[in-house]
């Protein structure tokens, strides 16, 4: 029997949505439905500001993936996420929520830090040397997406994480992916869940 074919559901860290069998850890939504009766994307990527991050599993909870309600968005990992320019969710990941909220802005509240994000994700990318970006952040260079990680650039894909060839350098230039605040925040504490090829 052949598998189905994937669902368009799959985030690359710039945002953009593909078809690829891997799932990876996390899922999300966009604030609604962008998908149609046939389990096809429309034109619309977003229904609010609210980009958030799930956790697969909660309180039981089973959904039909592009069913009836919002579209499920699903990501390698928090970093992934992040950098698409999602936040945690504060209803199955509260505790992250609070702590990414904490990190980011101690006087923001979710409707204010989503509505900064989506500036920002829909805003520039800027170029920095590596040696500038914090830990946890994604960026791009020669085309291909790499996350940081204690120090050291990992080559992204959907399946996980590898050795980047060409090695980066402290100081070459990097296309920055994650949006400033998350970086804010993650350079003020905020440790994203990593999928585990990071090794």
Request: aromatic residues 8%; positive net charge; contains cysteine.
């Amino acid at each position: 029997m052949s598998r189905p074919t994937p669902l368009q559901n799959r985030c690359a860290p710039d945002g953009r949505l593909h078809a690829t069998p891997e799932r990876g850890l996390f899922m999300g939504n966009r604030g609604g439905r962008i998908h149609d009766d046939g389990q096809r994307l429309g034109t619309a990527r977003w229904r609010s500001r609210s980009w958030i991050i799930c956790r697969t599993d909660f309180r039981n909870r089973h959904r039909q993936v592009m069913g009836s309600g919002y579209t499920e968005i699903f990501f390698l990992d928090e970093a992934t996420a992040l950098a698409a320019g999602h936040r945690p969710c504060f209803e199955c990941r509260r505790a992250a929520a609070q702590t990414f909220a904490a990190a980011a802005g101690p006087a923001l509240r979710a409707p204010e830090i989503d509505v900064i994000l989506h500036r920002e994700r829909l805003g520039p990318r800027p170029t920095l040397r590596f040696a500038q970006i914090p830990d946890g952040a994604v960026f791009e260079t020669d085309g291909h997406f790499h996350l940081k990680w204690h120090g050291r650039p990992a080559l992204w894909s959907f399946a996980g994480y590898r050795e980047p060839h060409p090695a980066i350098a402290a100081e070459t230039p990097v296309r920055l992916l994650t949006p400033a605040t998350t970086c804010a925040a993650l350079a003020a504490g905020y440790r994203p869940e990593i999928h585990p090829s990071i090794g």
